[in-house]
Nanobody, 122 residues
């Protein structure tokens, strides 16, 4: 599966962004998807997960109540709505495809996009 992210940018604290991840390949709708981010000088960390059908989701504690993951299998798209952004949310956000139940286990994800930069600053 090939993945391409878009939607990043510069936003002020408290602002919102909607990230998109476009997938390709016939297996997209059968794969779980995750969003991860990597801040400068830090390791990549889990942000959000969604199962193949969209009925199962999971979030990092830092994302709960502010971020929402969703998907449209017909369009082969996964989205991450970012609300009430904080400077510590700055980083490169990448989507990844993996097996159902992968959740926050980064090592279970096989295919990754290049990422999109999110910068939260006043």
């Amino acid at each position: 599966v090939q993945l391409i992210e878009s939607g990043g940018g510069l936003v002020q604290p408290g602002g919102s962004l909607r990230l998109s991840c476009r997938g390709s390949g016939r297996t997209f709708s059968s794969l779980a998807m995750g969003w991860f981010r990597q801040a400068p000088g830090k390791e990549r960390e889990f942000v959000a997960y969604i199962g193949w059908s969209g009925s199962s989701t999971d979030y990092a504690d830092s994302a709960k109540g502010r971020f929402t993951i969703s998907r449209d299998n017909a369009e082969k798209m996964v989205y991450l709505q970012l609300n009430n952004l904080k400077p510590e949310d700055t980083g490169i956000y990448s989507c990844a495809a993996g097996p159902e139940g992968a959740r926050n286990n980064i090592y279970q994800y096989d295919d990754w996009g290049q990422g999109t930069q999110v910068t939260v600053s006043s």
